[in-house]
């Protein structure tokens, strides 16, 4: 018998919109060319100082399409290690809209590198955040537009 070459998942009902999902049998390959991007944003576009774990998970109940965590692990020598999570429910959509959640992502750990505060206390974008992310290539707009 021929292994099926996507998995279909189940979100309980009333949790998200659609609650089918369709995704591969192995992650890796996501999560290789995730970090590939990060490696090209790094040399080419944006300098990503300090290390940064790149993860795919799922969201919860959450309605996001991924997370910055800074310091979210500590490596061997004790210095803290940022992640970068993109939400594993959201791999289904066009691979420049997962890019540019990934791009969103690295934006607010060259923030975070740079001692620049990018959020506002209740965590919603601030203007230095719309600034940098402009500066970086993307469009920001408000939420209700």
Known sequence: MAKKAESELQQPDGVGGDTTHHLPDSLIPALAELERYVQWADARYMPVTGRV?????????REIYGCYVADKWVD??????????????????????????LHHELVHHYAATH?????SKSGRHNKQFKELAEGYGLEVMDAGS
């Open 76 to 101: 061997k020598e004790r210095e803290g290690v940022a992640e970068v999570m993109i939400a594993a429910e959201t791999l289904q959509r066009p691979t420049l809209a997962v890019l540019a959640t």
């Open 53 to 61: 774990v790149v993860t795919i998970q799922t969201r919860g109940r």
């Open 115 to 119: 001692e620049v505060k990018d959020t």
